[in-house]
Nanobody, 121 residues
Framework: QLQASGGGLVQAGASLRLSCAAS???????MGWFRQAPGQEREFVAT????????LYADSVKGRFTISRDNAKNTMYLQMNSLKPEDTAVYYC?????????????????WGQGTLVTVSS
């Protein structure tokens, strides 16, 4: 089970850090963040491999967001800097047994409940 937290309402240019806590072990699992804005499809944001050595980002967040994980704490993070109004969405964390290069939401088996990020202009 995954639990996402850390969302909120911020102004453009601000930062937020999302957390995703896993209640069970995530040994060997790829983890990732996806987001879904109202009326839009769920889209890939970032992924990280099991040991945290490889990451992948959507072009829209590259250079602004950083994904990381602490396997000792069974927790994944998404540091979001220089937030823009277009980053407004519900952010979901996910885990799966595939590769960190998997960017489709159907590649992931386990999902958190989502945390809302709202960026005002």
């Amino acid at each position: 089970q995954l639990q996402a937290s850390g969302g909120g309402l911020v102004q453009a240019g601000a930062s937020l850090r999302l957390s995703c806590a896993a209640s069970g072990r995530t040994f060997g699992y790829v983890m990732g963040w996806f987001r879904q804005a109202p009326g839009q499809e769920r889209e890939f944001v970032a992924t990280i491999n099991w040991i945290g050595s490889s990451t992948l980002y959507a072009d829209s967040v590259k250079g602004r967001f950083t994904i990381s994980r602490d396997n000792a704490k069974n927790t994944m993070y998404l540091q979001m800097n220089s937030l823009k109004p277009e980053d407004t969405a519900v952010y979901y964390c996910a885990a799966g047994s595939g590769a960190y290069t998997d960017t489709y939401h159907w590649d992931y088996t386990y999902w958190g409940q989502g945390t809302l990020v709202t960026v005002s202009s």
